[in-house]
């Protein structure tokens, strides 16, 4: 009992089993802990999802999950103009009373989305002159405004008015109204529903670039004129790889707060599909960016709401705009993914449990090979020097032979991994060990160095190293190699160990 591996699997095994419990998901995992509402509400924060009518009314278990997991909700297009007004002077407000009620009855708050939008709108609206365009919009904002009196806690009154260049758009109500009728619309939503939080959300807006810059500077004239706007909604459309830096996110909010305003991260999702690697090692990438954005709105004050555009993997909107993929919390199957636990804790202050995940089996080879291989020679797996089963190499004729073991499906572009593996030699005298990633991908075959030291026969050596990979598509096998000793030398593996590269302790300093 007193091999490393065993001595490891002691120390780190309760809260690996637990991490790894966890990442294996099912609902049962997810469970077992607080749900998002209850970990966001510890904080003093809601947590939402954009809710679409027509799952609702067709799947059970897509109501159930939102109401259980969610403490707000914003209706995904329900509340947009063009779906409750196919043609002049038809409304259909059944769509949004439907979602509303749902909420209602969870005892969700709703975020109104949206009163003014160049987008979505009706195409009979489109086609009037732009006077007429604007005469029937702010119309159908005062209607609006009525029919939902008293059910929206929060309204997204302007939605993307802003140019990338940071500019108000030029848009055809843009050309009738000016920014004279973006104000109005604020102050008709103040007056017609007092009791709303009153935001204007954009895109692109989330770090520190000319959008967020002009942004900041038309939010900051409002407010010095009285425009009655409550708060500013950062949409967070990400993908992985292209996200501004959590720092600038929070000195953005920041500098928003300090103009008195709310922030809410509106409309989450994290793009993965175009990453080089697994789709075990996407989720990885994603679930540690979710955990750094998260974990930077519970660490400012001013960031009160955060919002994912949608429930699941198959209820995005991703999939039809930007192509197949799987940006959200939850698995087309409604299961909880990696992203679901790292979200709920950073809203707990707990570092990221992504960081805990074993991908390698524990406990050395209690059980077996694991999924290791002799690349040359012959391996078995037999008693060890320091007693317990390790896997031993012999017969081999080449100092690269060794212990093997493919990890492709745990690499992915832009996640760094830490390798560990205990290793000794047989008889023979002192020998140069070395742990090695062999990569087969779209830029060809290459061999990474990751540790390297010396094994004297019997006594256990730890090789230690990051495995962080420029991969390239595609990927066609990632493999852990032990290496070194000259040719007919035994070569031992007691153990190994693959794990995301985390900072120690990421998340552990910041507090609500
Ligand atoms: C999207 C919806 O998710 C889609 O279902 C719809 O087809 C188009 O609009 N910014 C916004 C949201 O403010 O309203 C958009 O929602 C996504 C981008």
Request: aromatic share 6%.
């Amino acid at each position: 009992m007193s091999s490393p591996a065993r001595q490891r699997a002691l120390a780190v095994g309760l809260a690996g089993a637990l991490a790894l419990v966890a990442a294996l998901g099912g609902a049962s995992a997810a469970a077992e802990g607080p749900t998002l509402a209850a970990a966001a509400a510890r904080t003093g924060r809601q947590i939402g999802v954009a809710v679409a009518h027509d799952p609702l009314v067709r799947e059970i278990a897509y109501g159930r999950l939102i109401a259980r997991e969610f403490s707000s909700i914003t209706p995904e297009n329900e509340l947009k103009w063009s779906p409750m007004a196919p043609a002049p002077e038809v409304v259909d407000d059944s769509r949004w009373e439907t979602v509303l009620a749902a909420a209602a009855a969870a005892g969700q708050q709703v975020r109104g989305h949206t009163l003014l939008w160049d987008q979505q709108l009706p195409s009979w609206a489109v086609a009037l002159p732009d006077a007429a365009l604007l005469a029937a919009q702010r119309a159908h904002t005062e209607r609006l405004l009525a029919a939902t009196s008293g059910r929206i806690a929060v309204w997204d009154v302007v939605n993307e008015a802003l140019e990338d260049d940071g500019s108000l758009s030029r848009t055809a109500m843009w050309r009738a109204g000016g920014e004279r009728h973006l104000t109005d619309t604020f102050r008709t939503a103040r007056q017609m529903a007092p009791e709303a939080k009153l935001f204007y959300n954009d895109y692109g807006v989330e770090g520190i670039n000319p959008k967020s810059d002009g942004m900041f500077a038309v939010l900051r004239r409002w407010r010095a004129a009285g425009v009655p706007v409550d708060g500013v909604g950062l949409q967070c459309h990400l993908k992985a790889g292209e996200a501004p830096p959590v720092a600038q996110l929070r000195a953005n909010i920041q500098r928003l707060g300090g103009l008195g305003l709310d922030v809410h991260l509106t409309e989450i999702d994290v793009q993965v599909r175009h990453l080089d690697g697994s789709d075990w090692g996407r989720d990885a990438v994603q679930a540690r960016l979710l955990h750094q954005w998260v974990e930077a709105c519970v660490a400012e004050p001013a960031c009160t709401a955060l919002t994912f555009w949608g429930l699941s993997d198959r209820h995005t909107w991703v999939d039809h705009a930007h192509g197949d993929d799987r940006p959200l919390l939850f698995d087309d199957e409604l299961e909880p993914k990696l992203s679901y636990f790292a979200v709920r804790a950073a809203l707990l202050g707990k570092p990221d449990p992504t960081c805990a995940v074993e991908r390698l089996p524990e406990g050395g080879f209690d059980k077996g090979m694991g999924g290791w291989r002799a690349s040359g020679g012959q391996g078995a797996v037999v008693e060890g020097p320091s007693g317990g089963p390790a896997l031993r190499v012999s017969g081999r004729t080449a100092t690269w032979q060794g212990p093997v073991r493919t990890v492709t499906d745990s690499v992915a572009d832009g996640l760094p991994l830490r390798a560990r593996a205990q290793v000794t030699v047989g008889p023979g005298g002192p020998a140069k060990v070395a742990l090695t990633a062999h990569v087969i991908d779209g830029a060809g075959e290459r061999f990474v160095p990751l540790a390297a030291g010396q094994a004297q026969p019997g006594r256990w050596t730890a090789l230690e190293g990051a495995l962080s990979i420029d991969l390239k598509a595609p990927v066609r096998s990632v493999e852990l190699y032990v290496e070194g000793p000259p040719a007919g030398q035994e070569l031992w593996l007691d153990g190994a160990s693959l794990r995301v590269d985390c900072p120690a302790a990421a998340g552990a300093k910041v507090r609500p």
